[in-house]
């Protein structure tokens, strides 16, 4: 088998030696690329033409390290979350800021959009979800949660949100209502990311320490244990 190849090679020109720790977030068409660091700040290129990288805009509002960013799914808007318990919506065709909330208690370890984009759930030890037009806190919800949210997923058709923990717990909600349907243990460690199959059938969960766990979701979402 030949080894794998190189598609294309670039600097990313802008981006501060300083931002450690950076996070990186691909839009849906591939066709955007966002970062954020320690320095906290927001950075966003254009990669339309893999020869012509350009730097679309780069926006400093955070004054913590970005911990999570997030494109909507229309790749219109940008989300980023940071330690020091801010997250922000950004419009990416200018970097305007359309929103930033300090709601939450504690940093912000995930970002998730609907498939519609028209919702943004925020996690920390608190989960939040936000209209994405208005900034408007949707079905408020104080209850503190027994361990940090690290990573978030709409299903498919939007109606369930999907978190993992860092106890590597799955915890399925009712975006309608904001309850808290069902959890799920499987994982021994803190669970990092979380993703639907295309044909909606399979949910992928993964882990810290390697662990990877692979879910009917059609059963999974039929489990009431509450």
């Known amino acids: 088998m030949d080894p794998p190849r190189i598609i294309d090679r670039f600097i990313l020109e802008g981006y501060p030696k300083s931002g450690l720790n ?18 906290g700040l927001v950075h966003v290129w254009n990669l339309t033409a893999s020869n012509k990288v350009r730097h679309q805009f780069t926006a400093k509002r955070h004054n913590d390290w970005i911990r999570t ?17 801010t997250f922000c919506l ?8 359309l929103f930033t909330s300090t709601a939450h208690k504690s940093l912000i370890d995930a970002l998730a959009f609907s498939p519609d984009g028209k919702i943004l759930a925020s996690g920390s ?11 408007r ?4 919800n104080r209850r503190e949660l027994t361990a ?10 939007g109606n369930t949100l999907v978190a993992g923990n860092w106890d590597g717990i799955i915890e399925l909600w009712d ?12 994982h021994t460690k803190a669970i990092n990311a979380l993703k639907f ?3 909606s059938k399979t949910l992928v969960s993964a882990s810290f320490w390697g662990t990877t766990l692979v879910w009917d979701w059609e059963t999974l979402k039929k489990i009431g244990n509450r």
């Open 22 to 39: 950076v996070k990186f977030a691909f839009s849906s068409d591939g066709k955007m690329l966002a970062a954020g660091g320690e320095d």
């Open 69 to 85: 960013l997030a494109f909507s799914p229309d790749a219109k808007m940008l989300a980023s979350g940071d330690a020091g318990r």
């Open 90 to 97: 950004w419009r990416v065709a200018d970097g305007a800021l």
């Open 125 to 135: 030890n608190e989960l939040f979800f936000w209209d994405t037009a208005t900034g």
């Open 137 to 140: 806190q949707l079905r408020p």
């Open 148 to 157: 940090l949210l690290s990573a978030l997923v709409f299903s498919p058709d």
């Open 175 to 186: 975006v309608r209502t904001g309850g808290l349907l069902s959890t799920h243990t499987g």
């Open 197 to 199: 199959s295309a044909d």
